[in-house]
């Protein structure tokens, strides 16, 4: 697994003192809402099991999972619900939490399909953001780390559903993905 890493771009303690940042910020920001954190799967696994302990005021989770990248490096422009959210949105004031932001196609069609359901706001928590390569404009109110237009593994991140278990976030060697193109 390591020998398919290129080099490492953020480590375990750079990625702990980023979140505590953000929980803290966002324990202030929400303190008299009714905060419900929506995780997107699968690539938020880490990120949002640590951020939720991070953030220390009454809230809710629950998760939804997408997918549009398949076996690739690039966006398939698709987006398929896995699995949809359980809990009812009326009222409540939610934060997406994503692991990243690439070409924004992701995050751009689950702000609009959860907007539908009456919720008091919508917001975004990504862990990532990658300017160079925004297809389409998304409001993002938290960002943990901005990165490079390069393919990133680890923390939950994966290529071809490996890596997602390296609990650091590295640069996937390009001869990995373009051994199987
Ligand atoms: O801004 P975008 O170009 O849409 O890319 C970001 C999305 O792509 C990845 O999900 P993926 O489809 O790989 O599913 P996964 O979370 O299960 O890995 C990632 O976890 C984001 O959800
Ligand atoms: O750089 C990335 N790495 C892993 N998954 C992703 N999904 C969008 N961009 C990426
Ligand atoms: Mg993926």
Known sequence: MKNDVLKVLLTEEQIHERVAE???????????KNLLLVSVLKGSVAFMADLMRAIDIPLAIDFMAVSSYGSGV?????VKIIKDLEIDLTGRDLLIV???????MTLSYIIDMLETRNPNSVRICTLLDKPERHQVDVPV?????TVPDEFVIGYGLDYDERYRNLPYIGVLKPEVYESAE
Do not use: N, P
């Not at 953000?22 to 008299?32: V, W």
């Not at 690039?74 to 698709?78: A, C, D, R």
């Not at 994503?98 to 924004?104: A, F, H, K, Y």
């Open 22 to 32: 953000l929980g803290a910020q966002i324990a202030k920001d929400y303190a008299d």
């Open 98 to 104: 994503e692991d990243i932001l690439d070409s924004g």
């Open 141 to 145: 109110e938290y960002i943990g780390f």
């Open 74 to 78: 690039k966006t398939s422009g698709v």
